[in-house]
């Protein structure tokens, strides 16, 4: 007979107990002290589980929690853990992916890392500069200074960077065909009026 434990993340101790009792032979079945064993066994094995998945999640960084700190060293990057933890991964990726020759896709891929949304990156080589503009975000992004001392890094010293960022327009506003008494009804402050998104 060949032993076959399921064990997984929604496989509660009772149903674990369950499946180890259905292997044994049916004699055991009403011994207490049987199923005191299986059910401590049940209870172990099931925090192992979740142990090891915890431990695997770590090993990415879309899903690592405590792990982040390892791979902030990983990356020579400071660790914060007042910052949220999407703000760190972010910071995470966009290490990992400013590897390499500088070009106009790679600062796109970095910028996106943090952003979340979509970048356009337009060069200016008359003026020595380039210009990186958020299409997705409205307004300004919450990890800019982030974004900023990655791209620092990454670009070319006699380049200079310039952020462009999208509000809402006057021209939107307009072809949504909004009358001013929507306004009235949804008030809003003028800063979450400029980055509303229709």
């Not at 792990?67 to 990726?93: F, M, N, Y």
């Not at 952020?163 to 506003?173: A, H, K, M, N």
Request: glycine share 6%; proline share 4%; net charge negative.
């Amino acid at each position: 007979m060949k032993l076959e434990l399921k064990v997984g993340r929604d496989s509660g101790r009772d149903d674990l107990g369950r499946q180890m009792r259905s292997y044994l032979p049916y004699f055991y079945a009403g011994s207490p002290i049987m199923n005191n064993v299986l059910d401590c066994e049940a209870e172990e094995i099931g925090k192992l589980q979740a142990s090891i998945d915890d431990t695997l999640a770590q090993m990415f960084v879309d899903t690592a929690t405590w792990g982040l700190k390892l791979w902030e060293q990983l990356c020579d990057l400071p660790t914060d853990g007042a910052k949220p933890l999407d703000q760190r991964r972010s910071v995470i990726k966009s290490k990992l992916r400013g590897v390499g020759t500088v070009t106009v896709e790679l600062i796109q891929n970095v910028a996106e890392a943090y952003d979340g949304g979509k970048v356009e990156v337009s060069e200016q080589p008359e003026q020595y500069q380039f210009t990186i503009t958020f299409v997705d975000t409205r307004g300004i992004p919450a990890n800019l200074d982030d974004l900023k001392a990655a791209i620092e890094e990454i670009k070319p010293a006699h380049l200079a960077v310039r952020y462009e960022f999208t509000y809402l327009t006057w021209d939107e506003l307009d072809a949504a065909d909004i009358v001013w008494n929507h306004f009235d009804e949804h008030p809003m402050t003028w800063k979450q009026f400029e980055i509303w998104k229709l």
